[in-house]
């Protein structure tokens, strides 16, 4: 009788963790099983159309929009040519953005990892009229190379930014240094030169001011200088 009721027992026992396994496995149990949500963020940098940054504090918007093959920025003192490197880059850090893991679930996390509207940055991007991401940055973390030091090899530390996906509540931790490229007033963002030519391409130059007129000739590969005195 005793080792009836014992495998009654382990037939009991087997039964739950049958059903377990099958209720885990059922079709919408998988979003559960997952900790947190690994893709915060998957468009392609080059169909980018447009791009806003709203500073901390309700600082001015600042706008990229593509005209052609050039980027502009624009707030509300004008529209200028943006520095095209330095966007492809900004759009490229948070083009396939991927959580480390999952810093909070709630709210009243947001303040402490600077992800709420006031002390965060946020990133909205579109392609065409359709929205591909809406980001906030927040704070950015260092952790310093663990174990002891190695004269042959450059250890480098941690770098990592807390976001948040701007309609939602959770915080995730990302790779990098995200906030340094999103920081920067409009002037960080124009493009520094006002004329870019190929010396060859050069024959005259025409100088004029306060003073008397002077022109610069090329000729033969050597330059010349002619004076025109004003009377």
């Not at 980027?71 to 850090?93: K, P």
Request: overall charge negative; aromatic content about 12%; cysteine-free.
């Amino acid at each position: 009788m005793f080792n009836r009721f014992k495998n009654r027992d382990l037939y009991i026992v087997f039964g739950i963790l049958l059903a377990l396994v099958l209720l885990t496995a059922l079709p919408g149990n998988e979003r559960k099983m997952r900790s947190f949500k690994s893709e915060l963020s998957q468009f392609d940098p080059a169909t980018v159309s447009q791009f806003f940054i709203y500073p901390k504090a309700g600082g001015e918007r600042i706008s990229f929009r593509k005209s052609g093959e050039l980027w502009m920025v624009a707030d509300a003192t004008g529209e200028y040519n943006a520095e095209g490197s330095q966007v492809d880059q900004m759009l490229e850090s948070i083009s396939g953005l991927r959580a480390l893991r999952l810093a909070a679930r709630e709210k009243d996390a947001w303040e402490k990892f600077e992800v709420s509207d006031s002390l965060g940055i946020r990133v909205e991007v579109l392609v065409g009229e359709k929205e591909v991401a809406d980001i906030v940055l927040g704070r950015f973390s260092y952790t310093q190379p663990s174990g002891p030091p190695n004269p042959y090899q450059q250890q480098q530390g941690t770098m990592t930014t807390y976001v948040r996906l701007n309609k939602e509540k959770e915080v995730y931790a990302v790779d990098g240094f995200l906030a340094m490229a999103f920081n920067g007033q409009l002037k960080s963002y124009r493009d520094p030169w006002v004329v870019q030519l190929a010396e060859s391409s050069m024959q005259d130059i025409s100088i004029s001011g306060m003073g008397p007129e002077f022109q610069l000739i090329h000729q033969d590969s050597l330059w010349s200088v002619s004076y025109t005195h004003l009377t």
